[in-house]
């Protein structure tokens, strides 16, 4: 994989830093943009995502490609198994312990390259559903150690199958499930699986959904 020849560029304080990502480094495979702080971090869907001091704001450039999404996923799920640290994935690309977010994941395409974004809580949980790797394990990591880490795993992603890997890693297969399509549109059921195209299966008793992108919330405990 040739992407990730990295250059990476430290910046303190940003509006996000998917725009610096764009404007700096367009083009650049493999190119990093970390930040401190995030004045103004998005999160999926027109979230916005909280960025204090003491988190990992990375966005990287990379080749797009229909798996992204799960591709990043995974990696960033994989990074944080290696502290000792159980996380999972709820469809398509929250980075979730036992039900709180610890990482999220925002892929801004256009043409041929993506802006990824990886936002992940280190040091504190901003959110109150929220967690950190802090607070989840003892194992210690630098925001950098963690970036270099989740870097390798992406490259790691391209030699494998990546649908396989996501369904291994995915708490969303067999739930009880709610996805916001759009405003007013709901699908709630099973979810019974993740098609080859990346997208969610979801049984309202009914028809069985193929749900390319929405935002799905857990409706039951999952044990
Ligand atoms: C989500 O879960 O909704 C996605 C969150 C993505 C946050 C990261 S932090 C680095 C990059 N810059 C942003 O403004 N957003 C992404």
């Known amino acids: 994989m040739d992407q990730m020849n990295t250059r990476i560029v430290h910046v303190d304080r940003v509006s996000s830093t998917q725009d610096v990502a764009r404007e700096m480094v367009s083009q650049e495979l493999g190119a990093v943009v970390v930040a401190d702080v995030q004045e103004e971090g998005r999160g999926r869907r027109g979230h916005v995502w909280l960025s204090p001091h003491g988190g990992l704001y990375a966005s990287i450039i990379l080749r797009s490609d229909p798996?992204?999404?799960l591709r990043v996923g995974v990696a960033v799920a994989r990074a944080l198994r290696k502290l000792g640290i159980v996380a999972l994935l709820k469809w398509p690309n929250d980075v979730l312990v036992a039900g709180k977010k610890i990482a999220g994941i925002l892929i801004e395409s256009s043409g041929e390259t993506a802006v990824v974004g990886i936002g992940a809580n280190i040091a504190r949980a901003p959110l109150e559903n929220s967690t950190c790797i802090a607070s989840e394990t003892e194992q210690q990591v630098t925001r950098d150690e963690l970036l270099h880490s989740i870097l390798r795993e992406v490259e790691m992603t391209y030699k494998e199958d990546i649908i396989e890997a996501y369904r291994a890693l995915c708490a969303t297969i067999g739930r009880t499930v709610q996805v916001n399509i759009t405003a007013g549109n709901e699908i709630t059921?099973?979810?019974?699986?993740i098609n080859?195209?990346?997208?969610?299966?979801?049984?309202d008793g009914e028809e069985t959904h193929v749900i390319v992108g929405g935002d799905?919330?857990?409706?039951?405990t999952g044990v």
């Open 189 to 193: 059921g099973v979810a019974l699986g």
């Open 67 to 69: 798996a992204l999404s």
């Open 196 to 203: 080859r195209d990346g997208h969610l299966l979801v049984d």
């Open 216 to 220: 799905c919330v857990h409706l039951d």
